[in-house]
C-alpha cells in the first residue's frame, strides 16, 4: 500500500512493511582506526562522599558526566555535601549542572559546555 494511500485507511494500523530492520549491533560498534573523542559523556552513580573524586576528575578532563544522586536522597547532609562538591567544580572548570526530573540525576559539564533549561517539546 503505498504512503499516500495508508494515511487514508480506516483502522490506523501501521503495516509492516512500514517499518525496517536495525541491526544495532553494527551502530553500537566503534569503526577501526578511529581516533579518540575529544570529549564523552560518561555516567556516574554517588554512593557516598567519597565516590565524588572520580567525578570531579572526569568533568576536570573535558568530559560530561551524568551522575545518579537518588541513593543520597536518604541522606540529607551527604546529599547536600555532595551538590555542594559538584556545583563547586562546575564553577571552577565555567562548567554547569543541572539538575534532570525530580533532582534523581544531575548532569555536570565542562568548560564552554552549557545544558539549556528550556525543554523541546512535550508539556
Given at each position: 500500500?503505498?504512503?499516500?494511500?495508508?494515511?487514508?485507511?480506516?483502522?490506523?494500523?501501521?503495516?509492516?512493511?512500514?517499518?525496517?530492520?536495525?541491526?544495532?549491533?553494527?551502530?553500537?560498534?566503534t569503526t577501526p582506526?578511529?581516533?579518540?573523542?575529544?570529549?564523552?559523556?560518561?555516567?556516574?552513580?554517588?554512593?557516598?562522599?567519597?565516590?565524588?573524586p572520580r567525578i570531579?576528575?572526569?568533568?576536570?578532563?573535558?568530559?560530561?558526566?551524568?551522575?545518579?544522586?537518588?541513593?543520597?536522597?536518604?541522606?540529607?547532609?551527604?546529599?547536600?555535601?555532595?551538590?555542594?562538591?559538584?556545583?563547586?567544580?562546575?564553577?571552577?572548570?565555567?562548567?554547569?549542572?543541572?539538575?534532570?526530573?525530580?533532582?534523581?540525576?544531575?548532569?555536570?559539564?565542562?568548560?564552554?559546555?552549557?545544558?539549556?533549561?528550556?525543554?523541546?517539546?512535550?508539556?
Amino acid at each position: 500500500m503505498g504512503k499516500i494511500s495508508s494515511l487514508f485507511k480506516k483502522n490506523n494500523q501501521p503495516d509492516e512493511a512500514d517499518y525496517m530492520e536495525l541491526d544495532l549491533a553494527s551502530i553500537e560498534k566503534t569503526t577501526p582506526g578511529e581516533g579518540p573523542a575529544s570529549m564523552y559523556v560518561k555516567i556516574a552513580t554517588i554512593n557516598e562522599l567519597r565516590d565524588t573524586p572520580r567525578i570531579k576528575d572526569e568533568v576536570y578532563n573535558g568530559n560530561i558526566v551524568i551522575v545518579d544522586i537518588g541513593r543520597l536522597k536518604m541522606d540529607k547532609i551527604t546529599y547536600e555535601r555532595v551538590l555542594k562538591d559538584l556545583r563547586d567544580v562546575a564553577a571552577d572548570v565555567n562548567g554547569d549542572i543541572v539538575g534532570l526530573g525530580d533532582q534523581k540525576y544531575v548532569i555536570l559539564t565542562p568548560m564552554s559546555v552549557k545544558v539549556s533549561r528550556e525543554k523541546i517539546g512535550g508539556v
